[in-house]
């Protein structure tokens, strides 16, 4: 039982490592609406480095929840 | 690229305000030039007229202009509230519908953990797929390429 | 509890039925479903009995919704799209009248139980499948795969692409669903607000016209939202039957 109790409080612990993401996210997001407010012309030729942007922030906060799911479901 | 855009912009523009003048104001004046011309009703009709046409010319160049790109990120308010929930939603549903696709085959197969990892990673590559083509972005990304080399001129 | 914002979603029996073993109880659910579909009917047959060629306001309120259905399906899905017309109002008044019948205080909201979205996404994803299949036959599995991707990347393609369409179900369900049960508890967590605070006298019925003002604002918002989702869930239906009409995008 104490094993189980140590998993959850782990996948809760290996939760906040999205919050980091969520944190950088938001860096990108707001960095490129004031770039595009800036240069609005310029916005859409960026859209694509946003998402990569995007994607590799994420799948840092992703590998975080794969390790909470590990925790919980093997 | 923006001479290109401005150049476009301005001839989806001037077809909208050509109808409209063809369409609408010479009828108009050559129905009122003779009954009265210091008429101040006829002038507020006038008026209103004018107005309606630049309305029409701003809702037919709107109207173009949006079905031409075909972007969300421009409009604005509510669409751009559906959108944002549109989107986050269908990234989650991607992340989520991988890790239960893994873990279903992980208990199917044995081979936990690593269809959840595989599956998760998918699912997440799916979630991106989603998003981009959500708004919109995954056809013309190959038109957009020359845009940044030129920028960083 | 008189404040729990959990018990509007209840489900009761109206009319307890069971048939070998499984439950078929009329429940109140299925009570405002029935009131859903009376009442787009009733508004749409209503409306459109007079045929006036210049249309009342109410029957030019109902050809509005048509336009708006029929633009938007041929914008997603062209000519050939028009086959699913029927379907496609039909779910986008359901999913409008149900969204809007529920902003009704002490009424049930249909939408706000995932099942009931999730049988709509399924009905979509369904005749997605079915008719993509019957028309295409294999053909219709173009769609996992992409064109011009190197050889290599092809499996990994399908599969992304395989999950990107499982996941469709799932998120225009849940979109759905987490919307108006997040807007109705937010309601009501503000409506309790009130009740508990102005239980402090008169300072706390001063305070009270805040958490007002908060309930009339998110009242307005989720009528903004109901329409809103019915639209998504609209619009993601014509793109999702593009993908049945033609597949190798």
């Given at each position: 039982m104490e094993v189980d109790a140590?998993?959850?409080?782990?996948?809760?612990?290996?939760?906040?490592?999205?919050?980091?993401?969520?944190?950088?996210?938001?860096?990108?997001?707001?960095?490129?609406?004031?770039?595009?407010l800036r240069n609005p012309s310029a916005a859409d030729g960026q859209f694509g480095r946003l998402i990569f942007g995007f994607a590799v922030t994420e799948a840092l906060g992703i590998f975080s929840l794969l390790v909470a799911l590990l925790l919980l479901f093997t | 690229m923006l001479p290109a855009t401005l150049k476009r912009t301005d001839t989806s523009s001037r077809p909208g305000e050509g109808v409209a003048v063809a369409g609408e104001k010479k009828p108009g004046k050559a129905g009122r030039t003779g009954p009265g011309s210091g008429d101040p009703q006829h002038a507020a009709d006038d008026e209103l007229e004018r107005r309606r046409q630049r309305l029409e010319a701003s809702l037919a160049a709107r109207g173009r202009g949006e079905g031409d790109t075909g972007n969300a990120a421009r409009s604005s308010g509510a669409v751009g509230y559906g959108q944002a929930l549109r989107l986050s939603s269908e990234f989650i549903a991607g992340v989520a519908v991988g890790a239960g696709l893994g873990w279903f085959i992980d208990r199917l197969a044995g081979t936990s953990p690593w269809g959840l990892i595989v599956f998760l990673l998918l699912g997440f590559a799916a979630g991106v797929l989603n998003v981009m083509r959500s708004a919109g972005k995954i056809a013309d990304a190959g038109a957009r390429v020359p845009t940044p080399d030129r920028r960083e001129d | 509890m008189a404040n729990d914002p959990?018990?509007?979603?209840?489900?009761?029996?109206?009319?307890?039925?069971?048939?070998?073993?499984?439950?078929?109880?009329?429940?109140?659910?299925?009570?405002?479903?029935?009131?859903?579909v009376a009442v787009s009917g009733a508004f749409l047959y209503l409306t459109t009995s007079s045929r006036g060629l210049?249309?009342?306001?109410?029957?030019?309120?109902?050809?509005?919704?048509?336009?708006?259905?029929?633009?938007?399906?041929?914008?997603?899905?062209?000519?050939?799209?028009?086959?699913?017309?029927?379907?496609?109002?039909?779910?986008?008044?359901?999913?409008?009248?149900?969204?809007?019948l529920g902003l009704f205080p002490y009424f049930f909201t249909v939408t706000s139980h995932i099942i009931v979205t999730f049988a709509l996404a399924l009905l979509v994803i369904g005749t997605v499948i079915v008719?993509?299949?019957?028309?295409?036959?294999?053909?219709?599995?173009?769609?996992?795969?992409?064109?011009?991707?190197?050889?290599?990347?092809?499996?990994?393609?399908?599969?992304?692409?395989?999950?990107?369409f499982l996941s469709r179900p799932i998120s225009l369900s849940v979109r759905l669903f987490a919307n108006m049960l997040a807007g109705h508890i937010t309601l009501k967590v503000f409506a309790g607000f009130v009740t508990s605070l102005s239980a402090?006298?008169?300072?706390?019925?001063?305070?009270?016209?805040?958490?007002?003002?908060?309930?009339v604002a998110i009242t307005a918002l989720e009528f903004l939202v109901a329409f809103l989702q019915a639209y998504v869930f609209a619009v993601l239906t014509c793109m999702y039957l593009n993908d049945a009409l033609h597949p190798s995008h």
């Amino acid at each position: 039982m104490e094993v189980d109790a140590a998993k959850a409080i782990g996948a809760g612990i290996a939760c906040l490592g999205m919050g980091g993401a969520g944190i950088g996210l938001g860096t990108i997001f707001g960095n490129y609406l004031a770039g595009a407010l800036r240069n609005p012309s310029a916005a859409d030729g960026q859209f694509g480095r946003l998402i990569f942007g995007f994607a590799v922030t994420e799948a840092l906060g992703i590998f975080s929840l794969l390790v909470a799911l590990l925790l919980l479901f093997t | 690229m923006l001479p290109a855009t401005l150049k476009r912009t301005d001839t989806s523009s001037r077809p909208g305000e050509g109808v409209a003048v063809a369409g609408e104001k010479k009828p108009g004046k050559a129905g009122r030039t003779g009954p009265g011309s210091g008429d101040p009703q006829h002038a507020a009709d006038d008026e209103l007229e004018r107005r309606r046409q630049r309305l029409e010319a701003s809702l037919a160049a709107r109207g173009r202009g949006e079905g031409d790109t075909g972007n969300a990120a421009r409009s604005s308010g509510a669409v751009g509230y559906g959108q944002a929930l549109r989107l986050s939603s269908e990234f989650i549903a991607g992340v989520a519908v991988g890790a239960g696709l893994g873990w279903f085959i992980d208990r199917l197969a044995g081979t936990s953990p690593w269809g959840l990892i595989v599956f998760l990673l998918l699912g997440f590559a799916a979630g991106v797929l989603n998003v981009m083509r959500s708004a919109g972005k995954i056809a013309d990304a190959g038109a957009r390429v020359p845009t940044p080399d030129r920028r960083e001129d | 509890m008189a404040n729990d914002p959990i018990h509007q979603f209840q489900i009761a029996k109206l009319i307890p039925i069971e048939i070998g073993g499984m439950d078929f109880s009329f429940t109140n659910s299925s009570a405002f479903m029935v009131a859903t579909v009376a009442v787009s009917g009733a508004f749409l047959y209503l409306t459109t009995s007079s045929r006036g060629l210049v249309p009342s306001r109410l029957q030019s309120l109902s050809e509005m919704s048509y336009e708006f259905v029929a633009n938007m399906l041929r914008d997603a899905a062209g000519s050939h799209g028009m086959k699913f017309f029927p379907m496609v109002f039909s779910l986008f008044m359901f999913v409008l009248v149900a969204n809007l019948l529920g902003l009704f205080p002490y009424f049930f909201t249909v939408t706000s139980h995932i099942i009931v979205t999730f049988a709509l996404a399924l009905l979509v994803i369904g005749t997605v499948i079915v008719y993509g299949f019957m028309k295409h036959g294999f053909g219709f599995l173009k769609l996992f795969v992409p064109q011009g991707v190197p050889g290599i990347l092809v499996p990994l393609v399908v599969l992304i692409e395989v999950i990107s369409f499982l996941s469709r179900p799932i998120s225009l369900s849940v979109r759905l669903f987490a919307n108006m049960l997040a807007g109705h508890i937010t309601l009501k967590v503000f409506a309790g607000f009130v009740t508990s605070l102005s239980a402090f006298g008169a300072v706390g019925v001063f305070g009270a016209i805040l958490p007002l003002i908060m309930t009339v604002a998110i009242t307005a918002l989720e009528f903004l939202v109901a329409f809103l989702q019915a639209y998504v869930f609209a619009v993601l239906t014509c793109m999702y039957l593009n993908d049945a009409l033609h597949p190798s995008h």
